[in-house]
């Protein structure tokens, strides 16, 4: 090997390791979010089957989730999908407190979030148009999530009710 290579493979040694560790700062309270996962749910519009996936992305800027709901037929209804992606973003002073919401069905959501010992929380804000939604991630243990979609009408937007709800296991 060749002298002057060897300073440049010592820099990507000790540099390597900053870089890894900048794509999850603040992304600490989510931590057990990160990866894959697979659940099934029930509530309304009936029982579904589906996975989601959490992963940071842009160098470690922001925080991308993915998911895909699988609804089988029942009776009158035939069987349907959802997928959805949402970005959690970080504001200026590095913390992530907001993300946005994008599904199939042309939703498109803006969350704040807050958080508590094990719970991750994304609440809209009230509107008198539509209704206003919260979704909670609620660690369990430590490959076991529970996901509950809750919302609230334009004349009670504090008045969230369970709309789907379901454990989910990390599989990666």
Do not use: C
Not at 12 to 23: E, N, S
Not at 69 to 86: I, Q, R, S, V, W
């Amino acid at each position: 090997m060749k002298k002057s290579f060897v300073p440049l493979i010592l820099l990507f040694v000790l540099v390597q390791p900053l870089f890894a560790q900048k794509d999850n700062m603040g992304w600490e309270k989510w931590q057990y979010l990160l990866g894959e996962w697979k659940g099934e749910g029930n509530g309304q519009p009936g029982q579904g089957s589906g996975a989601f996936s959490f992963q940071t992305e842009l160098g470690g800027n922001v925080l991308v989730r993915k998911s895909h709901t699988e609804f089988p037929a029942n009776g009158t209804k035939p069987a349907a999908f959802h997928e959805d992606l949402m970005v959690v973003y970080k504001t200026k002073d590095g913390n992530p407190v907001k993300a946005i919401y994008f599904d199939n069905e042309k939703h498109v959501i803006s969350y704040d979030i807050t958080y508590s010992e094990n719970k991750i929380v994304l609440t809209s804000e009230a509107s008198s148009a539509m209704p206003r939604f919260r979704l909670i991630y609620e660690k369990l243990e430590n490959n076991l999530v529970n996901t509950r979609f809750e919302l609230a009408m334009p004349n009670a937007p504090e008045n969230f009710k369970m709309y789907i709800e379901g454990k989910s296991r990390k599989v990666n």
